[in-house]
T-cell receptor, first 115, second 114 residues
Framework: KQEVTQIPAALSVPEGENLVLNCSFT??????LQWFRQDPGKGLTSLLL?????REQTSGRLNASLDKSSGRSTLYIAASQPGDSATYLC??????????????FGKGTHLIIQP | DVKVTQSSRYLVKRTGEKVFLECVQD?????MFWYRQDPGLGLRLIYF???????EKGDIPEGYSVSREKKERFSLILESASTNQTSMYLC?????????????FGNGTRLTVT
């Protein structure tokens, strides 16, 4: 059974710092890995999707990497801003022989950027 | 922009009631999903659907059913609500062949069962 772990569970840093969020998964049979952002009381917003054949994706100040063989992904946030404060979730799209059957999520990293 | 709309932001129901949670997407997406989110447990997949009138069980389908009569609408049904179904429910959709397309989520329905 696929398990996704995110470290750290919470992180508080001063504005302007570069930071790294970590995600690991136990089963390398995945279609892709996605990073989401969730603001309090809201749904999830997709940030980046890395296909299983890719190594990284970039969007603005965000860069996500994927090492499928070791079951790891990182989300790098450059020059953090208070508006980046949110919970960041990592999820893998599972492959079950017949096709993809949904995402397995980590429990998230709660990020606070101090002004 | 894709819009996934969940009909209620907050619901309060009594134990034993039949509860319908509605989700509508406006981008002709084939794939639709229902998750619940609980503190300490994260998001867990309840049911999903890849087409009209088809459904697949996720990780925690017990106590739930779903209906997909039209492509744009995916309903989650709690046949007899129980207090352990108090949770945030999130609906999501993705386009056809969308294993490598990002999921689009609604804003969630926070259900309280008393």
């Amino acid at each position: 059974k696929q398990e996704v772990t995110q470290i750290p569970a919470a992180l508080s840093v001063p504005e302007g710092e570069n930071l790294v969020l970590n995600c690991s998964f136990t089963d390398s049979a995945i279609y892709n890995l996605q990073w989401f952002r969730q603001d309090p009381g809201k749904g999830l917003t997709s940030l980046l999707l890395i296909q299983s054949s890719q190594r990284e994706q970039t969007s603005g100040r965000l860069n996500a990497s994927l090492d499928k063989s070791s079951g790891r992904s990182t989300l790098y946030i450059a020059a953090s801003q208070p508006g980046d404060s949110a919970t960041y979730l990592c999820a893998v799209t599972r492959y079950s022989g017949g096709g993809a059957d949904g995402l397995t999520f980590g429990k998230g990293t709660h990020l606070i950027i101090q002004p | 922009d894709v819009k996934v709309t969940q009909s209620s932001r907050y619901l309060v129901k009594r134990t034993g009631e039949k509860v319908f949670l509605e989700c509508v997407q406006d981008m002709d997406h084939e794939n639709m999903f229902w998750y619940r989110q609980d503190p300490g447990l994260g998001l867990r997949l309840i049911y999903f659907s890849y087409d009209v009138k088809m459904k697949e069980k996720g990780d925690i389908p017990e106590g739930y059913s779903v209906s997909r009569e039209k492509k744009e609408r995916f309903s989650l049904i709690l046949e007899s609500a129980s207090t352990n179904q108090t949770s945030m429910y999130l609906c999501a959709s993705s386009p056809p062949g969308g294993y490598n397309s990002p999921l689009h989520f609604g804003n969630g329905t926070r259900l309280t069962v008393t």
